[in-house]
């Protein structure tokens, strides 16, 4: 007896349907409306698919364990179900992760890579575990003040948007959450960034205290071990959100190296 299909992770497609597409993953802890700032922009040029991952937004909450391999297979399955056989691949953090996973298992799929405010390992995965405990215990709320405080600037933390965003923390699953910390706990891509081919665009907060510049450089030479090439550029006045904080800066970075 065949396997039942598992549901598609919750997106939105904008901008023209004869443009290259480009898909965008966001944050743990966010939705696809992370993007919102920086999606007039991007959708001038091309036709956007925003996803939340699995257990986040309108995604289906799927009993654990996760892993970044599986979150991937899930935007594989949407690329899928949506006829799109290769797209750029954009994504902030967990979705960077995401976007790395497919650039160097499912090259095929991927034709420019634009990670923002990412990394390839980030122990200790005790860290993550913790994380995952305290969600499952007592909620998103017992969570959301650390968070912010990686997640924004002094700055930039009193903006609508981010207000905004508090909110949407706050709604997340408490499995969706953990099983995702989890994932990030476990993750090691660092063996993978040789493979991947794709060009590849890496910005950087300059004041992202979860996953700084120095993640960046990481990457981008983790990949050019491989011969693929990477160009590593470090954003002012961001921290971890950074296409929240300076999403006009980080737009305009993705359209000049997705338009190549």
Avoid: K, N
């Amino acid at each position: 007896m065949s396997q039942p299909a598992q549901p598609l992770l919750g997106h939105d497609v904008h901008g023209p349907a004869d443009a290259p597409v480009l898909v965008l993953g966001s944050s743990v802890g966010t939705d696809r409306t992370m993007w919102d700032a920086a999606l007039p922009r991007l959708a001038e040029r091309f036709r956007v698919v925003r996803y939340d991952h699995r257990g986040h937004g309108t995604s289906p909450v799927p009993p654990g364990p996760y892993d970044v391999a599986g979150l991937a297979g899930d935007v594989v399955r949407l690329l899928d179900a949506l006829g799109i056989e290769r797209a750029h691949l954009g994504g902030l953090s967990l979705g960077g992760m995401v976007a790395m996973q497919l650039a160097a298992t499912r090259p095929e799929r991927v034709d420019r890579l634009g990670l923002v405010c990412t990394a390839a390992h980030v122990p200790p995965a005790s860290m993550w575990a913790e994380r995952a405990a305290t969600v499952r215990t007592a909620g998103p709320a017992a969570l959301v003040d650390a968070v912010f405080a990686r997640w924004f600037t002094a700055a930039g933390a009193g903006s609508p948007e981010a207000r905004r965003l508090r909110e949407v923390f706050l709604a997340q699953p408490r499995e969706g959450y953990a099983g995702c910390c989890e994932a990030v706990g476990a993750m090691d891509l660092r063996p993978l960034l040789g493979r991947i081919a794709a060009p590849t665009l890496v910005v950087a907060g300059a004041e992202d205290p979860g996953m700084p510049p120095p993640h960046a450089e990481a990457i981008a030479a983790g990949i050019a071990a491989g011969g693929g090439s990477a160009e590593v550029v470090v954003l002012p006045g961001a921290a971890h959100l950074a296409a929240v904080e300076r999403p006009d800066a980080v737009a305009d970075l993705l359209v000049r190296h997705f338009a190549g």
